[in-house]
């Protein structure tokens, strides 16, 4: 594998075909700090896998290899330089879409939901969340319950809280 490719990805064609395996998209995150924390969650429910893109900081990011405390190098990633890309990559393979946003008419409360445990979760940067073509391609819209005024968790908490909730319900199930 050549130097771009590697830069590219740590794609496992098991990701393809796998069940049980959640993705987490990350769709434009501008912190690479947020983008190593997402690994972390990701490597604590193993097997899961994370697409990054657009902006997103890749592995070889010493910002994110150091929140990452070395999980980029165990859990697979791909990039695409388009969120949408990533979305009908993961749907293609089956999954179903599940945008994790601020509430908003029709959403779900993530404890609420009932989505396959090999769903693809898309997240938004901060400043912009999920863009609306991603949005509106999404089979679930959840959200995380919150009774503080602003409702701005960073979304690396907010990744750790939907992973908690996914392996909570494997371990409910016996998966």
């Not at 980029?72 to 999954?95: I, K």
């Given at each position: 594998?050549?130097?771009?490719?590697?830069?590219?990805?740590?794609?496992?064609?098991?990701?393809?075909?796998?069940?049980?395996?959640?993705?987490?998209?990350?769709?434009?995150?501008?912190?690479?700090?947020?983008?190593?924390?997402?690994?972390?969650?990701?490597?604590?429910?193993?097997?899961?896998?994370?697409?990054?893109?657009?902006?997103?900081?890749?592995?070889?990011?010493?910002?994110?290899?150091?929140?990452?405390?070395?999980?980029?190098?165990?859990?697979?990633?791909?990039?695409?330089?388009?969120?949408?890309?990533?979305?009908?990559?993961?749907?293609?393979?089956?999954?179903?879409?599940?945008?994790?946003?601020?509430e908003a008419p029709g959403s779900i409360p993530l404890d609420k939901a009932s989505f396959p445990l090999s769903s693809a979760f898309v997240l938004g940067n901060e400043a912009l969340g999920v863009s609306e073509a991603v949005i509106s391609r999404a089979d679930w819209h959840v959200f995380l319950p919150q009774s503080g005024e602003r409702h701005c968790m960073n979304v690396s908490s907010v990744t750790a809280v939907l992973a908690w909730e996914i392996q909570r319900k494997r371990l409910a199930t016996g998966r």
């Amino acid at each position: 594998m050549d130097r771009r490719s590697l830069m590219e990805s740590l794609y496992l064609p098991s990701i393809h075909s796998s069940s049980g395996m959640p993705i987490f998209i990350l769709d434009n995150f501008r912190s690479a700090f947020n983008v190593g924390s997402v690994f972390r969650s990701a490597e604590a429910i193993h097997p899961a896998a994370v697409f990054l893109t657009g902006t997103c900081a890749r592995p070889g990011n010493r910002k994110l290899a150091r929140a990452a405390r070395g999980t980029q190098a165990l859990v697979p990633w791909r990039y695409f330089r388009d969120p949408l890309e990533a979305v009908e990559w993961a749907a293609g393979t089956g999954r179903q879409i599940v945008v994790l946003e601020n509430e908003a008419p029709g959403s779900i409360p993530l404890d609420k939901a009932s989505f396959p445990l090999s769903s693809a979760f898309v997240l938004g940067n901060e400043a912009l969340g999920v863009s609306e073509a991603v949005i509106s391609r999404a089979d679930w819209h959840v959200f995380l319950p919150q009774s503080g005024e602003r409702h701005c968790m960073n979304v690396s908490s907010v990744t750790a809280v939907l992973a908690w909730e996914i392996q909570r319900k494997r371990l409910a199930t016996g998966r």
